[in-house]
């Protein structure tokens, strides 16, 4: 059993910076690949990014590429979504989620079906 909690949403404005963190509790035998993702009031949740139990390995979707950069602390059991240069597209509820599934320490999945945790979600408000 895994459980996910993300920190760090907020209000934010156009071209700002925000900072989210996921920590991970209750399986710590191995790593394993965390994801981002997002979603807003009648779309589908969409990923943002992701990366590998390892830290090798990381998957962004088009619409944050170069824009956002995911990290991990494996010592903190903690991963990290820096957001810069944010839209007002980027408003949404944003989800942390575990793959504790996969046995490939060097991938990360993109679709939302390889994660098997997920947190509760936090806002994110980006405002003009």
């Known amino acids: 059993q895994v459980e996910v909690v993300e920190f760090g949403g907020g209000l934010v404005q156009a071209g700002g910076s925000l900072r989210l963190s996921c920590a991970a509790s209750?399986?710590?035998?191995?790593?394993?690949?965390m994801g981002w993702f997002r979603q807003t009031p009648g779309k589908e949740r969409e990923i943002v990014a992701s990366i590998s139990g390892s830290g090798i390995s990381s998957y962004y979707g088009d619409s944050v590429k170069g824009r956002f950069t995911i990290s991990r602390d494996n010592a903190k059991n903690t991963v990290y979504l820096q957001m810069n240069s944010l839209k007002l597209e980027d408003t949404a509820v944003y989800y942390c989620?575990?793959?504790?599934?996969?046995?490939?320490?060097?991938?990360?999945?993109?679709?939302?079906?390889?994660?098997?945790?997920w947190g509760q979600g936090t806002q994110v408000t980006v405002s003009s």
């Open positions: 209750g399986r710590t035998d191995r790593t394993y690949a």
């Open positions: 989620a575990a793959d504790t599934v996969s046995v490939f320490v060097d991938y990360s999945g993109s679709s939302e079906y390889e994660y098997d945790y």
